[in-house]
């Protein structure tokens, strides 16, 4: 059932996965280089150390940026054409960051099958979300659907339906390219 949903939504043959790795897995990995490469270029002086190789999958965040402040950021990716969005758990040690930085591959995918009556545009390149901790907990707190302690904050780029148009977050298109965020949290000026 997934592999059909998959194939319709245009995500299988989008692009290789070596090894025969999960999508999904190989998304957040892209997903984390694209981040590291983003930083860089924006935050030249900062230093950007990696948490994962300090201790493997550590919780909460993903990248430690650090000048004359520091943030801890964690990196969300996906590449879904129908909406964009994360699973985020809601204890303290998932909360464990100062900013979400969402990579949404999803855009540069071709919507095909059930998806293409929609009129989704197609991007050239990824769309990036940043937003701070104080309201992903709020979103996490008050989302709608999810598992346990997991949630889903998302957005649909289609019109949906009444059940799923109240649990989504229309506002998270506001936190789009919002690069003055980690900058304040960081002290330093985001590069152009």
């Known amino acids: 059932m997934q592999q059909q949903h998959d194939k319709a939504a245009g995500l299988r043959g989008a692009f ?20 590291k490469a983003l930083l860089s270029e924006r935050f030249p002086s900062a230093t950007i150390m990696d948490a994962n190789e300090v201790r493997m999958n550590q919780s909460g ?3 430690v940026v650090s000048d004359k402040g520091r943030a801890l950021v964690s990196v ?3 590449a879904h054409v129908e909406g964009f969005g994360w699973l985020q758990g809601s204890s303290e040690k998932s909360l464990a ?4 930085l969402h990579i949404n591959f999803g855009c540069m995918l071709t919507p095909k099958g059930r998806y293409a009556r929609f009129g ?3 991007r050239q390149g990824p769309e990036v979300y940043i937003v701070p901790r104080r309201t992903v907990a709020i979103w996490t707190r008050d989302a709608a659907y999810g598992m346990r302690k997991t949630r889903w904050i998302y957005c649909w780029n ?10 989504q977050r ?13 900058a304040d949290a960081v002290g330093r000026e985001a590069a152009r």
Not at 16 to 35: D, F, H, L, S
Not at 97 to 100: C, G, H, N, P
Not at 158 to 167: E, I, L, S, V
């Open 16 to 35: 290789t996965v070596p090894g025969e790795i999960p999508y999904t897995k190989y998304v957040g990995n892209v997903g984390e280089r694209c981040a």
């Open 61 to 63: 965040h993903d990248f």
């Open 76 to 78: 969300k990716a996906l």
């Open 97 to 100: 960051f100062d900013i979400v």
């Open 120 to 122: 989704i545009p197609v």
């Open 158 to 167: 289609r019109r949906p339906g009444p059940k799923d148009d109240a649990a």
């Open 170 to 182: 229309r506002e998270l298109l506001e936190w789009k390219d919002r690069l003055d965020i980690l």
